[in-house]
């Protein structure tokens, strides 16, 4: 493979990250969706596609492999190609977080909530501004703004922290509403670690542009 070649299938790479990103994205949103209209269908169509989401890590994942593997990659390339190995693993992650929010819809399938849907939308939303500002960081190599992206995530525990101290007291005044409010803890905890994950993501993006490999948010 020439130097040409080689940095057009690195191009390309990353624009496959990106895709990759935005269908995590759009994933967890539609959960969200489903969780909200109480669509068991669109619900089911969020699980069925997660099989896409972990093809598409694999072959990155491969594709990867095989760079590191026939070329000698430079300091940066090398630095670019290792980051994306791991982040498709965060990202096949967020999309299993879709997932799992997916699940907790169906199995409350039928039932009434115990509250109106608030803070978990304003966590999806935070969750979307993350993963909007994250893959622009990963576009442009722009370490600032995956900081910037990653500070996000104390936004989402606070609401996450918020959603547990409702439905903990909702459980202690009924406990018959315990099954159906443990659902929504888990959609919660599901978005929680989906910003976790992104988080993930924004501290590699800072090593791709910096040589700098540490925690955020720490």
């Known amino acids: 493979m020439t130097r040409e070649a080689f940095e057009r299938e690195l191009h390309r790479l ?12 759009e994933a967890i949103h539609r959960a969200v969706e489903a969780l909200k209209a109480r ?19 694999f072959e990155l994942e491969q ?7 026939t070329q000698q990659p430079m300091a940066g390339d090398l630095r670019t190609i290792a980051s994306v190995f791991a982040i ?13 929010i997916s699940r907790a819809v169906k199995r409350l399938a039928g039932e009434p909530l115990v509250k109106p849907l608030v803070d978990i939308p304003r966590m999806e939303v935070q969750v979307q501004e993350m993963i909007r500002d994250t893959l622009e960081a990963f576009r442009s190599h722009d370490a600032a703004l995956a ?28 406990p018959q509403t315990v099954p159906r409010a443990m659902e929504l803890l888990i959609v919660a905890r599901h978005l ?15 090593y791709i542009a910096t040589g700098e490999l540490r925690e955020l948010n720490v």
């Open 39 to 57: 669509d068991v269908a669109m619900a089911e169509q969020v699980i069925a596609e997660d099989d896409a989401i972990d093809a598409l890590h």
């Open 147 to 174: 900081k910037r992206a990653a500070a996000k995530d104390d936004a989402v525990d606070d609401l996450r922290n918020r959603v547990l101290h409702d439905l903990l007291d909702i459980m202690i005044k009924d």
């Open 63 to 69: 594709r990867c492999m095989q760079l590191l593997a």
């Open 192 to 206: 929680e670690r989906a910003a976790d994950h992104i988080t993930n993501v924004c501290e590699r993006i800072v």
């Open 14 to 25: 990353k624009d496959d990250v990106v895709r990759m990103g935005t269908r995590a994205g």
């Open 88 to 100: 498709t693993i965060d990202l096949e992650r967020m999309a299993d977080h879709a997932e799992g």
